[in-house]
């Protein structure tokens, strides 16, 4: 037994193999391709809007217009207000909701709520002067705020709601991109912002038998509270007698099972990898504390905790939540004691995340009193295996007489729908209604990920290009496809603090696009040098990586146990997004756009 853990309560040997094994029985044949996409008979699991009135037409839109924004989620409202502020406002979103807000639209489940302290998550916080209300906003909150931005930068009349984008199309003649529509509309536009956010499309579990169930089911992003009855709060009355099925226990879970367990007449949770479910602890903002906040709070506060994700020492820890302390766990100590080399980096580091997962293990302990409900709840792999969670009413939920978890993991997951249930372990659980907490394409492959078709020059498809992995420079653009630019995770570098992430990028390309502008150019692009050097960069990062990854359990962040190095989600400038904003902003000092071809 390895010394050092033994001191610490456990031995890392049994625990190496623990999380081996439970990896190695999790790891399915068919891998990400397990998963339904939600088209053909499954579409309407998605393809509605609860929150507009249904039926909406309007006459083609056939317009030139200099900036097409696609996506009104919080990344295209950021392109836009950074745009403004380069003093360009000929541009249009186009945004498949009935309103602002993406994610924070679609995802109004009960207990909804951003993982990420809000005043380092909410957007535009100081131009806006707006206090968030608690440290960590919940959905509706977030949703309000993105109406706020819309309203205080005039962008409800620039944008084309209730309508989703089919194909995206290089006119080499027109020197202009055709953007058309699910309502026959062809906007032309000189520029493309592609704003789509990450969590995009929902995905259903690949489960036998989903769509001959007679009774009532839903997506947790297209929850039915009509059905339910209440709101994001709770409140959800018409459960009231009812048995409700929640399939999938990932951070939306964490959120919602909470809330239906309170309503719900009989809750059953089906389980395939428990998540890590560390303390929450939620508090009101302090008014004081607000007021005494100094011009550019908002961005030193972002840095810290970028610095912190990125393995970087602070000389304090501003946000001091969960998040920090787990980047503090997966991170080599420094000063005078710090380790010296790989190996003894590596150790050290995988001593304190095995001493993490043994306290978010106890947690379970002590907040589960059923013995094998508890047994069942805990995680048993690398804290970043998986997306952690922060909750403190999940775990309590099992303490209920009406809650029941159903561990499917021996089965590799449930195992079909009938008409009237879900049969798990060759049991039939008989339930009114399935909620599928399933998650989304965030990690499969572009051209399932964004939904629509994207041709550059001489009609090459995007996807066609990356088929063998993302070519562009810093994430934002690529060979072939002029004046059309990407916001997310492409080639970039990754924060869970996503929107901070978005806004540093929206700054970038909307400094590209109004200097293209200024500089009359008729199209930019990079050039193959500047691509092929970047992607040496980043394939200079991956390696290492793909080793951690391999050894977790599966899930989205690994492609399903099969993370590959050409794969387009694993390439990421991993010296953090400080390292990467100081790369960039060096780049726009040289006010001569390097790698970059203005025709
Ligand atoms: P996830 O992809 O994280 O979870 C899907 C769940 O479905 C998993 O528990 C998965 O199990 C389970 N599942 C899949 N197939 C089956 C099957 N056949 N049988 C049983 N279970 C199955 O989706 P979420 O919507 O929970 O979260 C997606 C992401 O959205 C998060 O990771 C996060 O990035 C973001 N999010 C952020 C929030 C925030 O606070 N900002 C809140 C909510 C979501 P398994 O793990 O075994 O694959």
């Not at 956010?197 to 992003?221: D, N, Q, V, W, Y």
């Not at 508090?283 to 709070?297: C, M």
């Not at 602070?314 to 997966?330: C, K, N």
Request: charge should be negative.
């Amino acid at each position: 037994m390895d010394h050092e853990g033994h001191e610490m309560g456990f031995d890392p040997d049994e625990l190496r193999e623990r999380y081996r094994a439970e990896r190695d029985r999790r790891i399915r044949d068919n891998g990400a391709d397990q998963y339904l996409e939600i088209t053909g008979q499954y579409a309407h699991f998605a393809d509605h809007d609860p929150y507009v009135e249904a039926g909406f037409t309007r006459a083609p839109i056939n317009d030139e217009i200099d900036i097409a924004i696609i996506g009104g989620g919080f990344s295209g409202l950021l392109a836009a207000a950074r745009l403004t502020e380069q003093g360009v406002s000929s541009f249009r979103i186009v945004e498949a909701g009935g309103d602002f807000g993406g994610t924070w639209y679609w995802n109004r489940y009960p207990g909804a709520q951003c993982d990420t302290e809000s005043y380092c998550y909410l957007p535009l916080l100081e131009e806006l002067k707006y206090m968030p209300k608690e440290k960590y906003s919940f959905a509706a909150e977030i949703f309000e705020h993105s109406q706020r931005i819309g309203t205080t930068y005039n962008l409800y009349d620039r944008t084309h709601f209730q309508t989703r984008v089919n194909t995206i199309d290089w006119d080499e003649e027109l020197g202009r991109w055709h953007i058309r529509t699910d309502h026959a509309d062809d906007l032309k536009a000189r520029f493309v912002i592609m704003a789509l956010g990450t969590a995009t499309r929902a995905k259903l579990p690949g489960i036998e038998g989903i769509e001959s169930f007679k009774g009532h089911a839903f997506h947790t992003s297209r929850w039915d509270y009509d059905y339910t009855g209440g709101d994001t709060t709770g409140g959800m009355t018409k459960l009231a007698g009812k048995r409700v099925a929640i399939i999938g226990t990932g951070a939306t879970a964490i959120q919602c099972v909470p809330r239906v367990a309170a309503d719900a007449g009989h809750l059953f949770v089906f389980q395939r990898t428990p998540s890590t479910v560390d303390w929450r602890g939620n508090k009101p903002t302090e008014p004081q504390w607000w007021a005494s906040l100094q011009p550019g709070w908002q961005r030193e506060r972002r840095e810290n905790f970028g610095a912190q994700a990125a393995g970087q020492s602070v000389p304090v820890d501003l946000i001091e939540d969960g998040w920090t302390d787990i980047f503090r766990t997966v991170s080599a100590p420094k000063g005078p004691n710090r380790p010296r080399t790989k190996e003894e980096r590596d150790r050290v580091v995988e001593l304190a995340d095995f001493a993490k997962m043994e306290q978010l293990r106890a947690r379970v302990d002590t907040t589960v009193s059923d013995p094998d409900a508890a047994e069942a709840l805990k995680p048993w792999y690398r804290v970043m295996c998986k997306r952690p969670t922060f909750n403190d009413e999940f775990l309590a939920a099992f303490n209920r007489d009406n809650v029941t978890l159903v561990d499917v993991s021996d089965a590799k997951g449930v195992q079909r729908i009938t008409e009237t249930g879900v049969v798990a372990n060759g049991v039939e659980y008989q339930v009114d209604c399935i909620i599928y907490a399933s998650g989304f394409e965030i990690s499969a492959e572009f051209r399932r990920r964004l939904g629509m078709e994207v041709n550059g020059r001489e009609g090459q498809s995007l996807f066609d290009h990356w088929a063998d992995g993302l070519k562009t420079l810093h994430g934002f653009t690529t060979r072939g496809f002029p004046n059309w630019f990407y916001i997310g995770m492409s080639q970039n570098a990754f924060s869970v603090n996503m929107t901070s992430m978005f806004d540093d990028q929206a700054r970038h390309i909307a400094y590209i696009v109004a200097e293209a502008m200024r500089r009359g150019a008729r199209t930019v692009e990079p050039s193959p040098a500047a691509v092929e050097d970047w992607v040496a960069t980043i394939n200079g990062f991956k390696v290492g990586g793909l080793g951690f990854l391999e050894a977790c359990t599966p899930g989205y962040y690994n492609n399903e146990g099969a993370p590959q190095a050409g794969s387009s989600f694993f390439g990421a400038y991993t010296p953090g997004t400080n390292a990467f904003n100081e790369l960039l902003e060096a780049w726009r000092a040289t006010d001569e756009l390097p790698g970059l071809e203005l025709a």
